[in-house]
């Protein structure tokens, strides 16, 4: 079941495109339990182990599970980035190691009443974005596909692009048959 959503919404982290996609997994939209979920989570990451790529659930509720898909070594490197933690830092984080980033995050995502905006790093969204999200409170930007762009439109467009194509051709060929372990770039 996880599949095909794995494909609509993370295509372009499996493909290695990105460093992590995250979507918002309805449990009504298959008719699934919490513990269905949690299944589906478990058999993945199995699945996804040797491809260098992990699953985790961010936040739920009695609705929902906010899906969490992300390369573990890019993340780490992404996260080591020095305006990434400047940022980091700013919003409570210690320690650039991705284990605890990702549990500080789950942390911030329980306890603020507001979305942790800083989220967007987790993403591979451009810092320069991420700050001007932050700066502007969501107004302001050139554009906004993916994310909100505040920094460089043409690139962002470009990047857009590509995840749309890519997410085109994972779901042709997902529903070809190719499986999606096939289909997943290792790290």
């Known amino acids: 079941m996880l599949e095909k959503y794995l494909i609509e919404w993370c295509s372009s982290t499996l493909a290695s495109l990105k460093t992590a996609s995250l979507f918002n997994w309805f449990y009504t939209w298959d008719g699934l339990t919490r513990e269905d979920v949690y299944k589906n989570v478990k058999d993945m990451n199995t699945i996804f182990e040797e491809k260098g790529i992990s699953i985790e659930i961010l936040r739920e509720n009695e609705k929902s599970a906010l899906i969490y898909v992300y390369r573990t070594n890019r993340l780490q490197e992404d996260l080591k980035q020095e305006k ?24 911030r995502l329980r306890n603020l009443n507001d979305f942790p905006h800083e989220i967007g790093l987790f993403l591979d969204y451009p810092v320069e974005d991420v700050i001007g999200f932050i ?30 194509k890519c997410r085109l051709i994972y779901t042709k060929l997902w529903n070809a048959g190719r499986s999606i372990l096939k289909l997943t770039v290792a790290a």
């Open 84 to 107: 990434t933690w400047e940022l980091l830092k700013k919003c409570g984080y210690t320690c650039c190691d991705v284990k605890y980033s990702i549990a500080h995050l789950k942390e």
């Open 135 to 164: 700066e502007n409170k969501g107004d302001n930007f050139k554009c906004c596909g993916y994310w909100k762009v505040y920094g460089d439109e043409s690139a962002a467009v470009k990047q857009f692009a590509r995840y749309d």
